[in-house]
């Protein structure tokens, strides 16, 4: 326990400007996951693989040259397809079963996606320099790398489109209509398969640019999935499906959590501390609903 | 009776099998320990209906706990791990083996008291909520154990080596053989005896409707967590003889390896079929006879073998093995198919 953080208040603000531009990051993935959990009932663990890959395009085009902020663009298109993909391959099979079913086949997917991931792109820390340059404020007391704050830009500017395209688009609606009730949507002339396959390729996009945008913040590795999955499920089960402000709110606030947590705890529980912090949660949500005499559904 | 006669022809033939087969005692000995994962994750996943991934915590505790044990009675622990072990300190025979003795029975002890405790808390849970929080606990089990100096944080520990002057490694091979063998075999006594009683009922109706079980009049929660302490027991002895089998414990490889194991007895009891107690036997030795043919074959290539023969499994072949030959022959499970009425029950469903 280290409590340097709360002698400096300098420090307070340094994890919590941090803290926010990384929950931004986290809840435009915890949005995909709210996406096809609302619609499809599957929770999908493959979700940090997806965002993985993104990342790797984007490193892809570093290393060959480009600068990786166009990954942002490539790299949601190549991800819609392979979601579509994806769902024409398994997903399908999983969608109207036991949700046990669809974390077990996904997860299955995510243990064959990290070592593909592994033997193409080797077993390194990479990351892709973005040369953005450091802001600094507050007489040069808190520093901020530029990549955090163009990854939180454009993870608002994505989420803005997203949401304005799930409101007004034909798409968004047919999508929308299947979450409320596909048998509903089915007899009045939505082809649930195609929008279910749209959703899976909507939320594989959106892994895409967030892996893009890691790459270009953070660092890229194939087996540090998995803490992306948990991160959007523990927003996802904060906020409840369908609550958007309180995916953006949950997301910062986990953002913030991890941040003082590095300070307080040290980055080596950093994982730990986020796995145990969905445990705490759950089991906290549990006992309020059972003096009701109730249970998470 | 037939049965009985059959289970003692495999027990004799389980016992002669490390003179028969000297050069595989060793992934026997795994085979066995996997089947008592397999055989101990059914009580929740299929008789319970509790999927849990969380049973690998009572894995790498049993094991930590048995290694540290072993040690810790005769040398300074923080030295041990410091020194790279086995280099400094040597145990002699009658060290190893009173270590090794108190060693187990403490991996069964505690493991036991923690699933107490956290029983409490997580198995209020339901459905996929109790799977992902079972999933988080297991790598944050992980994480912390690669986070504490004295077992070895990251870079892990040894257990205590056979000791010198008794016998070879053929003997080692053998005595942790025996010990494997007897493991499971006591697990599965027990936990055949335990289905017939009110118990294994109890289980099943909790896995059936647990509202309706809490309605009844039965205290589900007490029932739950004497499961999972069950599952404690023998999962945290099976860790520990683990950790001593191969010799070096790992905290995110071995000791709490969530990718492998942690799926692996989910995996093996639904190819064997789950809610049966043979299936996850079965399911255990031929899921390991793919997977050393996996690992010999395609090295390099094995997790993506694995992952397609998890998604195989569980998309296409959820009822497993026996949920298989159920279907096929129904009248071996003592079920009665009414020919006369069966076409028209199918229309129903």
């Known amino acids: 326990m280290d409590l340097l953080i709360f002698q400096n208040p300098i420090l307070i603000v340094q994890a919590s400007l941090d803290g926010i531009l990384l929950g931004i990051l986290f809840a435009l993935i915890a949005y995909g996951m709210a996406l096809q959990w609302g619609v499809m009932n599957i929770i999908n663990i493959a979700q940090g693989e997806l965002v993985i890959l993104g990342g790797y395009i984007a490193y892809f085009l570093y290393i060959s040259g480009v600068h990786p902020a166009f990954g942002i663009i490539v790299s949601p298109v190549i991800m819609y397809f392979l979601g579509v993909g994806m769902y024409k391959a398994v997903i399908y099979r999983v969608v109207d079963r036991d949700m046990f079913i669809s974390i077990l086949a996904t997860f299955g997917i995510s243990i064959l996606a990290q070592q593909l991931m592994n033997s193409v792109f080797g077993s390194d820390v990479v990351v892709a320099q973005s040369n953005f340059g450091t802001t600094f404020l507050f007489n040069y007391m808190v520093t901020l790398p530029n990549a955090k704050i163009f990854s939180a830009c454009i993870s608002l500017i994505f989420a803005v489109i997203l949401v304005g395209y799930m409101r007004y688009s034909k798409l968004g609606r047919a999508i929308r209509a299947t979450a409320q009730n596909a048998r509903a949507a089915k007899i009045l002339g939505v082809d649930t398969d195609k929008v279910y396959a749209a959703t899976f390729g909507i939320n594989a996009a959106i892994c895409g640019v967030a892996g893009a945008l890691i790459a270009i913040t953070f660092t890229l590795h194939p087996y540090v999935g998995l803490p992306y999955t948990v991160r959007s499920f523990m927003i996802v089960i904060v906020a409840g499906l369908g609550n958007l402000p309180g995916v953006a709110l949950s997301g910062m606030g986990l953002g ?3 941040e003082f947590s590095d300070y307080l705890f040290g980055t080596e529980f950093r994982i730990a501390s986020v796995f145990l912090l969905l445990v705490l949660i759950l089991v906290f949500r549990r006992f309020k609903l059972s003096r009701k005499r109730e249970y998470l559904k | 009776m037939r049965s009985k006669k059959i289970f003692f022809l495999l027990v004799i033939l389980g016992l002669i099998a490390p003179f028969l087969f000297p050069a595989f005692k060793l992934q026997m000995s795994i085979m066995w320990i996997l089947v008592v994962l397999a055989l101990t994750w059914d009580v929740q996943g299929g008789q319970m209906g509790y999927n849990t991934f969380g049973n690998i915590v009572f894995f790498g505790l049993g094991m930590y706990l048995c290694a540290a044990t072993q040690i810790g009675l005769f040398f300074p622990l923080g030295e041990w791990t410091a020194a790279g072990g086995e280099k400094t300190f040597v145990h002699n025979s009658e060290q190893y083996f009173q270590g090794l003795f108190l060693g187990l029975i403490v991996a069964a002890i505690v493991p036991v008291f923690v699933a107490v405790f956290i029983g409490y808390g997580i198995l209020g849970l339901r459905g996929h909520y109790f799977a992902i929080c079972t999933l ?15 077992i070895g944080a990251g870079q892990g520990m040894t257990s205590p080596p056979w000791p010198k002057g008794i016998g070879n490694t053929e003997l080692r091979g053998e005595f942790f053989y025996y010990i494997c ?10 936990l055949r005896w335990a289905y017939s009683t009110r118990f294994g009922l109890v289980l099943n109706a909790i896995r059936d409707n647990e ?21 404690a027991f023998f999962v945290g002895i099976a860790g520990g003889l683990m950790g001593n089998m191969i010799g070096y414990i790992e905290p995110v490889e071995t000791a709490f390896p969530g990718r492998t194991f942690g799926v692996f007895m989910v995996l093996m009891a639904i190819l064997g079929g789950k809610g049966t107690l043979i299936g996850p036997i079965i399911g255990a030795i031929a899921f390991h006879l793919f997977k050393e043919g996996f690992w010999t074959f395609f090295l390099g290539w094995q997790y993506v073998a694995l992952g397609a023969l998890i998604v195989i499994v569980v998309v296409f072949f959820p009822e497993g093995i026996m949920g298989y030959l159920r279907e096929k022959f129904p ?12 076409k028209s029950q199918v229309e129903l469903s």
């Open chain 2, 136 to 150: 988080g606990l297991g790598i944050a089990a992980g994480e912390f154990a690669g986070g504490i100096e004295i």
């Open chain 2, 181 to 190: 063998f007897v493991l499971m075999i006591c697990s599965f006594l027990f």
């Open chain 1, 256 to 258: 913030v959590f991890e």
């Open chain 2, 331 to 342: 009248e071996r499970f003592g079920e009665v198919v009414d020919e006369k009425n069966r």
């Open chain 2, 211 to 231: 509202d309706k079980a809490e309605a009844m009049g039965i205290n589900t929660m007490k029932f739950k967590i004497s499961g999972w302490m069950v599952s």
